[in-house]
T-cell receptor, first 112, second 114 residues
Framework: DTGVSQDPRHKITKRGQNVTFRCDPISEHNRLYWYRQTLGQGPEFLTYFQNEAQLEKSRLLSDRFSAERPKGSFSTLEIQRTEQGDSAMYLC??????????FGEGSRLTVL | AQSVAQPEDQVNVAEGNPLTVKCTYSVSGNPYLFWYVQYPNRGLQFLLKYITGDNLVKGSYGFEAEFNKSQTSFHLKKPSALVSDSALYFCAVIPMNRDDKIIFGKGTRLHILP
């Protein structure tokens, strides 16, 4: 499968715990995006990488959120001290310069 | 502020009838425009895009969209709806001077009635 893959697909955690999501983009894509989607809403931009450089972070991304793309390939999104409001679907997407995004299946987080 | 509006939360269409899902945008300059579809518990799938050229763009699964600059709209259409078209549809835009951040609308749920 040469599409965007995300892991885990589902994560249930208790409030205050840390969670980490991984995204493997399409191999030749240099851009990688993280979005968050809550029920009834469209995807909200969180952050964006071009190769290994994190070029933009949304104001939605509090200090508890950190994302990395250490070698310009896969990316991780970590949420520290999770809160119930963090419950959402976290979507990863990759692209080349033509700006069409290819999305993974998403990682659904439930914070109890 | 730059934004995308999908004025309808839900659209119901009988199978075999034509369908339209509306989208309007507010961005500076000429935008790049997209439609994506999302099935339950899945990621978004690309349907079609407008970059430049012919205002009528054809995409996957028989969908098409028409770019109307004067009305700042990019409505999604299909001549004959299928039950399998039932899903959540998102319009998205990239302002021409910002090729890094894609802005999504809140989505329109399409129900095709058999």
């Amino acid at each position: 499968d040469t599409g965007v893959s995300q892991d885990p697909r589902h994560k249930i955690t208790k409030r205050g715990q840390n969670v980490t999501f991984r995204c493997d983009p399409i191999s030749e894509h240099n851009r990688l995006y993280w979005y968050r989607q809550t029920l009834g809403q469209g995807p909200e931009f969180l952050t964006y990488f071009q190769n290994e450089a994190q070029l933009e972070k949304s104001r939605l991304l509090s200090d508890r959120f950190s994302a990395e793309r250490p070698k310009g390939s896969f990316s991780t999104l970590e949420i520290q001290r999770t809160e119930q409001g963090d419950s959402a679907m976290y979507l990863c997407a990759s692209s080349l310069k033509l700006r069409e995004l290819f999305f993974g299946e998403g990682s659904r987080l439930t914070v109890l | 502020a730059q934004s995308v509006a999908q004025p309808e939360d839900q659209v119901n269409v009988a199978e075999g009838n034509p369908l339209t899902v509306k989208c309007t945008y507010s961005v500076s300059g000429n935008p790049y425009l997209f439609w994506y579809v999302q099935y339950p518990n899945r990621g978004l799938q690309f349907l079609l895009k407008y970059i430049t050229g012919d205002n009528l763009v054809k995409g996957s699964y028989g969908f098409e969209a028409e770019f109307n600059k004067s009305q700042t709209s990019f409505h999604l259409k299909k001549p004959s709806a299928l039950v399998s078209d039932s899903a959540l549809y998102f319009c998205a835009v990239i302002p021409m001077n910002r090729d890094d951040k894609i802005i999504f609308g809140k989505g329109t749920r399409l129900h095709i009635l058999p």
